[in-house]
């Protein structure tokens, strides 16, 4: 732990010094980290990964996918509102790409709610929760049934660039007003408390209907589909593909991903201080991370509880999570997912805090089972 917080104090000295020894940098704002245009050549990254494609590189269009393709895993399913569709164009746009499998979970999107009931910037900064139309659409009676509009709404057209889907938290400015049209609208309105439930800390997977007709009801009985549409992750967005078969939708993902940036430094000396000094000096470098980001400064005494909340944060989407409970204990038993992750919690043992051994490994030796960890 001494040696994770030497090196740590050794980097974050160089990059307040202006980087002359080890190249460390830190941007000044937190929007800057993840702009395109900073992808390549990004300052922040203490290590990073880019990938190449093109004739010479694969020797066919399948190669493509042996790319970054960490731009398939966070976009909702925008595409199953009418006024969207997925086609060749839209892909190659940063905000296009094909629907992903990862959802924020409540847990998750309640650590950008601060102490005085604002979000913390890093939140609009991070995740997308507004699309444009890209074709022109008219609302039917069977999607403004479904969507729990009003009849009024019948006929009214969006036009391909006009607003078509937005996701609204309660701490957004404009959620009061915004919420007063989530049944009148021409664009499709998501209330956070239609998708996502406090008392349950989980996703809300049925629906009780303001505007009752045909098999749409009041009781809650209905699938619910507004939690198709959530907050999606656009740090790995991505506008810089090699586009190796057009027709196909074969599209290369040229950015980098980041493995380690000088951000998490700060956060790894603030944890080590925990351990080695009672956190003394924690709470200076975790506020470094929160200044940079615009966010309230925390006060008191630093907990690791505090530190792996702000690595929820400012890391979200980076690969880390896994270890970062793993290695603060929160696998040892239920615990922690039950208050975080109740619907995860009831699958939960202990055994699953180390991962399976790959099964091509160990079927290529005659005594493999005995390399298996445990519950697998």
């Given at each position: 732990?001494?040696?994770?917080?030497?090196?740590?104090?050794?980097?974050?000295?160089?990059?307040?010094?202006?980087?002359?020894?080890?190249?460390?940098?830190?941007?000044?704002?937190?929007?800057?980290v993840?702009?395109?245009?900073?992808?390549?050549?990004?300052?922040?990254a203490l290590?990073k990964?880019?990938?190449?494609?093109?004739?010479?590189?694969h020797?066919?269009?399948?190669?493509?996918?042996?790319l970054?393709?960490?731009d398939?895993?966070?976009?909702?399913?925008?595409?199953?509102?009418?006024?969207?569709?997925?086609?060749?164009?839209?892909?190659l746009?940063?905000?296009?790409?094909?629907?992903?499998?990862?959802?924020?979970?409540?847990?998750?999107?309640?650590?950008?709610?601060?102490?005085?009931g604002?979000?913390?910037?890093?939140?609009?900064?991070?995740?997308?929760?507004?699309?444009?139309?890209?074709?022109?659409?008219?609302?039917?009676?069977?999607?403004?049934?479904?969507?729990?509009k009003?009849?009024?709404?019948?006929?009214?057209?969006?036009?391909k660039?006009?607003?078509?889907?937005?996701?609204?938290?309660?701490?957004?400015?404009?959620?009061?007003?915004e919420k007063?049209?989530e049944?009148?609208?021409?664009?499709?309105?998501?209330?956070?408390?239609?998708?996502?439930?406090?008392?349950?800390?989980?996703?809300?997977?049925n629906y009780?209907?303001?505007?009752?007709?045909?098999?749409?009801?009041?009781?809650?009985?209905?699938?619910n589909?507004?939690?198709?549409?959530?907050p999606?992750?656009?740090?790995h967005?991505?506008?810089?593909y090699?586009?190796?078969?057009?027709?196909?939708?074969r599209?290369g993902?040229?950015?980098a991903?980041?493995?380690?940036?000088?951000?998490?430094?700060?956060?790894?000396?603030?944890?080590?201080?925990?351990?080695?000094?009672?956190?003394?000096?924690?709470?200076?470098?975790?506020?470094?991370?929160?200044?940079?980001?615009?966010?309230?400064?925390?006060?008191?005494?630093?907990?690791?509880?505090?530190?792996?909340?702000?690595?929820?944060?400012?890391?979200c989407?980076?690969?880390?999570?896994?270890?970062?409970?793993?290695?603060t204990?929160?696998?040892?038993?239920?615990?922690?997912?039950e208050?975080?992750?109740?619907?995860?919690?009831?699958?939960?043992?202990?055994?699953?805090?180390?991962?399976?051994?790959?099964?091509?490994?160990?079927?290529?030796?005659?005594?493999?089972s005995?390399?298996?960890?445990?519950?697998?």
């Amino acid at each position: 732990m001494q040696e994770a917080l030497d090196a740590a104090k050794k980097l974050i000295t160089d990059c307040e010094t202006g980087g002359g020894k080890y190249n460390t940098y830190m941007y000044p704002s937190y929007s800057e980290v993840f702009k395109e245009s900073n992808n390549w050549e990004n300052k922040e990254a203490l290590w990073k990964h880019r990938w190449y494609a093109g004739a010479d590189g694969h020797g066919s269009s399948n190669g493509n996918y042996k790319l970054n393709r960490n731009d398939e895993y966070f976009l909702c399913n925008i595409n199953k509102f009418g006024a969207r569709e997925d086609n060749q164009e839209t892909r190659l746009t940063w905000e296009g790409s094909v629907t992903g499998i990862f959802m924020p979970t409540q847990h998750l999107l309640s650590l950008y709610v601060q102490k005085d009931g604002t979000l913390d910037p890093r939140f609009h900064e991070s995740f997308t929760t507004e699309w444009n139309a890209n074709k022109n659409y008219t609302w039917d009676e069977s999607a403004v049934h479904m969507y729990d509009k009003e009849e009024t709404v019948i006929g009214k057209a969006l036009n391909k660039g006009d607003l078509a889907i937005k996701f609204i938290m309660p701490q957004d400015i404009d959620y009061a007003t915004e919420k007063q049209k989530e049944h009148i609208s021409d664009y499709l309105l998501i209330d956070y408390h239609h998708v996502y439930s406090d008392d349950n800390n989980n996703v809300n997977m049925n629906y009780a209907y303001t505007n009752v007709t045909g098999n749409y009801k009041n009781d809650g009985t209905n699938e619910n589909q507004f939690r198709y549409y959530y907050p999606s992750l656009n740090k790995h967005n991505s506008s810089n593909y090699y586009v190796a078969n057009a027709s196909k939708q074969r599209n290369g993902n040229l950015n980098a991903t980041f493995i380690m940036r000088m951000a998490e430094v700060y956060l790894i000396a603030a944890e080590a201080d925990i351990y080695l000094n009672g956190g003394a000096n924690a709470a200076g470098y975790i506020n470094k991370v929160r200044e940079r980001a615009g966010a309230n400064p925390l006060t008191g005494s630093i907990t690791v509880r505090d530190i792996l909340d702000e690595r929820g944060r400012e890391l979200c989407g980076e690969y880390c999570r896994f270890y970062d409970l793993k290695r603060t204990g929160m696998f040892k038993d239920s615990e922690y997912l039950e208050n975080t992750h109740p619907d995860l919690a009831r699958f939960f043992h202990p055994n699953y805090a180390l991962r399976p051994i790959s099964t091509t490994f160990t079927a290529t030796i005659t005594n493999g089972s005995e390399y298996q960890n445990p519950g697998y």
